[in-house]
């Protein structure tokens, strides 16, 4: 079984619609993130989670929100989604105080189309 | 300036050549280094961590020059299984320190 999953694997909304991305990993990580990935270009940094009670901003979070549920569960919404926000989605997790590595590790994605 | 660059390619090379990637990064408290593959719509996966020291795991050759600010990978005798984007990535100090993703490298080898 995969270390870190994403649901839904693809999905296609419309403008202005609500979605959530979700984002659960059985590797016992306290640290998660969120990075969308466009075309040729590197992963942009969305929000990260040192743990259950703290969440901060990335670099391109406005139109994003984000919960840490619990210390497997990371959530991405979109409240009104965009055709900007059309790109591929990643879940990562780390734990450099237990693994001694900055290394992350991520889910398997999620293309999210919006017309 | 962005934080990490690297060259975005593509580099193509006939199977059995030697290839080898830079990727500059701008800050100097970096500390952490890594390169990643990236198959076409898959997730990013860890190749190796860059050592001070360089490090190498069969065909693959990391090396880090902090004096420059770059970090390489080499890879010998290509293979088209090779065929992916290499992303390197760079972690800051202090506890609130996370990776800074290039752009990618895309490499394709040709038979």
């Known amino acids: 079984d995969a270390d870190v999953t994403q649901t839904p694997r693809n999905r296609i909304t419309k403008t202005g619609k609500r979605i959530m991305l979700e984002c659960s990993q059985t590797k016992g990580h306290d640290r998660m993130y969120w990075y969308r990935q466009d075309p040729g270009l590197g992963l942009q940094l969305i929000y990260y989670?040192?743990?259950?009670?703290?969440?901060n901003k990335g670099e391109i979070s406005d139109g994003y929100s984000v919960s840490r549920q619990a210390q497997a569960k990371f959530s991405l919404s979109l409240e009104s989604a965009i055709p900007n926000q059309t790109a591929l989605y990643f879940c990562a997790t780390s734990d450099p105080q237990r693994t001694g590595t900055d290394t992350q590790y991520f889910g398997p994605g999620t293309r999210l189309t919006v017309l | 300036r962005k934080e990490v660059e690297q060259d975005p390619g593509p580099f193509n090379v006939p199977e059995g050549a030697t290839v080898a990637f830079n990727c500059t990064y701008s800050n100097s408290a970096s500390q952490s280094f890594f390169w990643y593959r990236q198959d076409c719509r898959k997730e990013p996966k860890l190749l190796m961590s860059?050592?001070?020291s360089g490090n190498e795991d069969g065909r693959f050759t990391a090396q880090l020059n902090r004096a420059s600010q770059y970090i390489s990978l080499l890879i010998r005798d290509s293979k088209l299984s090779d065929s992916a984007t290499y992303l390197c990535a760079v972690a800051t100090s202090g506890s609130a320190r996370q990776l800074t993703f290039g752009s990618g490298t895309q490499l394709t080898v040709l038979p």
């Open positions: 989670s040192f743990d259950v009670k703290d969440i």
């Open positions: 860059v050592y001070s």
